[in-house]
């Protein structure tokens, strides 16, 4: 595998595109855990940088991430030999046609909450919450408050390594829970469908449940959310015994648990902080000892929703 931190590699890109290439850039500035070692990102000015990066990775055997706000990732401490693709500005246009909305990926989804929201348009406004871009909320089917974003998605706008776009339908998209099966695509934009509701009762509606998040996770410090998806249980698990990933570590007694700079929160069990200076290992190291006490104690098994990212930029198993 080449690696995208080689300095010829970051040059022969700086002549393809016209947006930043910063090498040896610190992966923790770019994700909400704040952990991630040293790799090449590409910080591309508008679409056509992102096909002319996949095309140079491609004729260059190098690998390459797409990366939203960073906020469902935990980068590896020796960072990315893939050059990873951060969309943000310049991919972060909105445009509306009747009911349709256009997103660009790199649109925060808060923004696209609150903007469609205020404008009198509802479907998205419950993405207030998270915390991550239009393109990551694609990739993972994000969701909260009985809301995902399949519930609106029409179409999705995507780039592969050939440099071409082309439509998936949201039918064509493999959304699942907290996942969809775009395969080795850049999510540029996203249109969605959405309903004509009164402004005053979606700024209503968003704003409590900003205030919920807030008052109810600790999502002002440096963390990833719901760190595991919620488990699949038997269709007659009692109803006395717990149901989420967060009930069953907190009833497994393992808030406040810490290994280096990692904790689980004592706020919200299924949320691990990084206290100060947390590593990769630290949190992985938590996440096998939590996954291992409660399925000791319920027979229940915790599966990562937030991605472990490998050096090669491919999600890597716990
Ligand atoms: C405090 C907090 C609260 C959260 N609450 C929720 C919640 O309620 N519900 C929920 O679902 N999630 C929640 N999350 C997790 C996270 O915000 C979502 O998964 C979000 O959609 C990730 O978007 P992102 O832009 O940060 O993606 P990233 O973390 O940057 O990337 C996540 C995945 O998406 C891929 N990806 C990102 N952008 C693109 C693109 N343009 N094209 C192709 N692939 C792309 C990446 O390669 C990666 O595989 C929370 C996170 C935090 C920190």
């Known amino acids: 595998m080449t690696d995208a931190r080689h300095a010829a590699f970051a040059a022969a890109l700086r002549d393809v595109v016209s947006g930043r290439v910063a090498k040896d850039e610190a992966l923790a500035r770019w994700s909400t855990y704040r952990i991630g070692g040293p790799s090449t990102v590409l910080f591309p000015a508008g679409p056509e940088d992102v096909a002319?990066?996949?095309?140079?990775c491609r004729d260059a055997g190098v690998p390459w991430f797409a990366l939203g706000l960073g906020s469902n990732l935990l980068f590896p401490d020796e960072g990315l030999a893939a050059l990873v693709i951060r969309m943000g500005k310049g991919l972060d246009a909105v445009t509306?046609?009747?009911?349709r909305w256009t997103f660009g990926a790199g649109l925060p989804a808060p923004t696209a909450a609150k903007r469609t929201a205020s404008a009198g348009w509802g479907g998205v406004h419950k993405m207030?919450?998270?915390p991550g871009s239009v393109g990551g909320g694609i990739a993972m089917?994000?969701?909260?408050?009985?809301?995902e974003w399949r519930d609106t998605v029409e179409s999705i706008l995507v780039v592969g390594?050939?440099?071409h776009d082309r439509v998936i339908t949201a039918a064509d998209a493999g959304f699942a829970y907290r996942r969809s099966a775009l395969g080795d695509v850049v999510v540029l934009a996203t249109t969605v469908r959405l309903h004509p509701e009164a402004p005053s009762r979606l700024e209503a509606e968003t704003e409590a449940l900003y205030r919920w998040r807030r008052d109810g996770t600790p999502f002002n410090q440096p963390c990833c959310g719901s760190v595991f998806k919620n488990p699949v249980l038997p269709a007659d698990w009692p109803a006395d015994k717990p149901r989420t990933s967060g009930q069953f570590i907190e009833a497994t007694g393992l808030k406040g648990l810490r290994e280096g700079a990692a904790e689980v929160s004592p706020m919200h069990a299924n949320y691990f902080i990084n206290t100060g200076g947390a590593t990769a290992a630290d949190v992985r190291g938590l996440m096998r000892t939590v996954r291992t006490r409660v399925h000791d104690q319920w027979g229940a098994t915790l599966e990562p929703e937030v991605k472990l990212i490998g050096a090669d930029g491919a999600v890597a198993p716990l």
Request: with cysteine; glycine share 22%; net charge negative.
């Open 161 to 163: 390594q050939d440099g």
């Open 52 to 56: 002319a990066a996949l095309m140079h």
């Open 128 to 130: 207030v919450g998270v």
């Open 141 to 147: 089917n994000a969701g909260c408050h009985g809301a």
């Open 96 to 99: 509306q046609d009747g009911d």
